[in-house]
């Protein structure tokens, strides 16, 4: 039997609010019920940025340091940075003879009790203090003198649904099943209250399933501590 031959299966935002909406026993007739979707679709998005980490909006940044700098504000889209490091070049020169240094990631408290949070040397901490733009403060102050680049893995908001037609969302295949289940839920709340329960149950099972399936499949290595105690 022949296949397609295409793994390339999308849906435009039009496609989602109309599989939502069809869940809901309803049709989207245009006007006031595809704006509604569409910030339904934003607010979905919102609640996913509370739901862990999202492989597909992990990116790798950098910062050009300045001496005697130690506060970094970054891209208004960062929603957190996971793991930062200090490096002899940029991203576009890499070579055999760049350096990395990891950093230590702090909290606020731990950040607080630095004595002199401007003394300069080389970083081997950061406090990632998140507002609307998220701030990444150094320990020690950079030098800049040998490691001249801040690199930092992000963790990225979801781009905003903004139009229907044509337009897809910013969201890996893996997770459509779970957005057309959630949006017809949040639909469910405003069009059709007898089906919240139902839509609810569905879409809790299909971001469960995704979430566990979007992980790094590596190996796990639990070691024992030891301890020897003093014997007089």
Not at 125 to 144: E, G, K, N, S, W
Request: include cysteine; proline fraction near 3%.
């Amino acid at each position: 039997m022949a296949t397609s031959g295409q793994s390339s299966f999308d849906l435009n935002i039009d496609d989602i609010i109309n599989e939502a909406y069809e869940r809901c026993g309803q049709r989207a007739m245009g006007g006031y019920d595809l704006k509604t979707a569409r910030r339904s679709l934003n607010l979905l998005f919102s609640d996913w940025g509370n739901r862990g980490v999202h492989l597909w909006k992990v990116s790798l940044n950098e910062i050009s340091l300045v001496a005697g700098t130690a506060q970094y504000a970054v891209d208004a889209a960062v929603s957190d940075v996971l793991e930062a490091y200090i490096s002899t070049t940029a991203l576009a020169s890499d070579n055999a003879n760049t350096q990395d240094v990891s950093l230590t990631k702090i909290d606020r408290s731990a950040y607080a009790a630095l004595p002199n949070k401007l003394a300069t040397g080389q970083p081997s901490q950061y406090f990632v203090d998140r507002q609307t733009t998220p701030q990444i403060l150094l320990y020690q102050a950079p030098d800049a003198s040998t490691y001249t680049t801040l690199k930092f893995y992000s963790i990225n908001r979801i781009q905003d649904a903004t139009a229907y037609n044509g337009q897809q969302a910013d969201v890996v295949y893996r997770f459509l099943p779970c957005m057309c289940a959630g949006l017809a839920y949040y639909l469910a709340m405003k069009k059709a209250p007898e089906r919240i329960q139902a839509m609810k149950l569905i879409y809790e099972d299909e971001i469960k399933r995704a979430l566990e399936e979007d992980g790094q499949r590596t190996s796990l290595y639990i070691s024992p501590q030891s301890y020897f105690p003093n014997v007089s």
